[in-house]
């Protein structure tokens, strides 16, 4: 066999063999109308995972993912492909609480739970793909949160702990982010703390923030008035929205139609709750039907997405992986496909208390992402169509911009650049394309070079870059009210 053909063949065959082995191994994964496409991990078997959220610029997706020592981003673009961009360590390592993830903007917040001693965290995203910037690492507002939520423009930290003793702990603590990049104090309630055992989570629909209660009586949800031009309001003596003698531990919401609860009970009860909500006279009410559904064993589920345009419901079920309903009937849900990141009982210490599948997430492809304790990202194509991204090139020119968001008064910016070109010129475009400021050009430039925008109104502007031979590249870049 000539030598030409021969490379071919055991080409072909490693090729053949490759496949075959990723086949295998992602057939262990016991699946029904899903598909896993793609797995990323640490190869310390001993890591766990927690927190997931997802964040997308520039044709690209990102996973954001929780681990024992830190914050993982993970490029997911190529579905089959997922490649870690940066790993930054936290304060401390999680025990089983883990941590939680929002993002706002170009920017990523993230806190820990269980032990205390951590952080708040605001993680600089305009970077990717090149890289990501802890931009904020400060205690001051959080040493452990169970949860971070963002709404009304707000940081919003769920069950929040100011001191490892836990003496200063609160129900919420909301921060403001008009400076995206340095949340401050806005308001804080102490209220739930005394009546109950902890705040799961929170959800911010509009003017109104519904509490998830962990606690063995029928205190149901809570609702807190969130009007936008003073301090949130508790409305102690409204009714309940809902009414349950299970722990509430997550609520979701779609579009305004549904609510989908997760609820833990120490009795067996380990179901999820369907809740149609209406608005009447701009106030936020259950209508009288509901739909309870779930999995006839005591696996406890522990998140959910709620799905309103695809009309879906994914919960991150533990044990039992990554679970779908289908809600084109809201009375009768009716599971349809699964996911089991979960086949075996292999795992790090304490992975049969909080085993499986932790979080769920959907990016704007509509690939599904989930987490699992031990078995880190998922990338899964879910039963509803998805639009696969283009394969873009790798990145071969990094260019930051900094401070972003800028006062209006000061309005000195940074171009950082990777390399540098033999000439650069930078525009600056309205929202609509046209040229608002003067353009500057720089010969052999400096690998950062700085541009004032002084002048212009606070708002959204884009950096328009041209290198020789190059095609044009955009950044983002936000001028914020002095």
Known sequence: MPFLLRCLFWGLLWLCSSFAVKAQSFASFPALHTQLLGRWSFPDSTEIYSGLATYAADGREYAIIGTRTGTA??????????????????????????????????????????????????????????????????????VGARRVKVGSNRLWLV??????????????????????????????????????????DALIEEDTVILAIENTTSLGRAIIDNHPVREPYPMRNSPYLFQTSSSCTNISS???????LTLHNELGDSSLTLFPIVRHRGILNRTLGFAKFGLPNLIRPHRAVLLDNRQYAVVAYQQEGVQ?????????????????????????????????CQEVAVLPSGLLLATDYAGGLFVVAPPWPWTPLPRLPAPTWHVGVWPNP????????????????????IETLDIFGRNVHPALSWANPAKVVSLTLAGLAPGTYWLRLLRPDEPPLLRRVTIAPD
């Open 324 to 356: 779908i309903w289908s809600l084109a009937d809201s009375a009768r849900p009716v599971r349809t496909a699964y996911l089991d990141t979960y086949p075996t009982s292999v795992g790090p210490p304490d992975y049969q208390r909080v085993a499986g």
């Open 254 to 260: 779609d579009t305004g139609r549904h609510w989908v």
């Open 406 to 425: 800028v006062t209006a008064a000061n309005g000195a910016v940074q171009i950082a650049l990777s390399y540098s070109p033999t000439t650069l010129r």
């Open 73 to 142: 981003f993970v490029e997911v673009t190529l579905p089959d492909q997922p490649r870690l961009i940066a790993h930054i360590p936290g304060r401390r390592p999680t025990d089983l609480g883990g941590r939680s993830y929002q993002t706002y903007q170009h920017y990523a917040y993230g806190v820990a739970d269980e032990p205390s001693g951590h952080s708040l965290q605001v993680f600089d995203m305009q970077f990717l793909p090149d890289s990501v910037r802890l931009v904020l690492d400060d205690d001051a507002q959080t």
């Open 159 to 200: 069950s929040n702990m100011r001191d490892s003793a836990g003496i200063n702990h609160s129900s919420l603590r909301v921060l403001s982010l008009a400076q995206p990049e340095n949340p401050t104090y806005f308001w804080e309630d102490n209220y739930y703390l005394r009546i109950s055992n902890i705040l799961h």
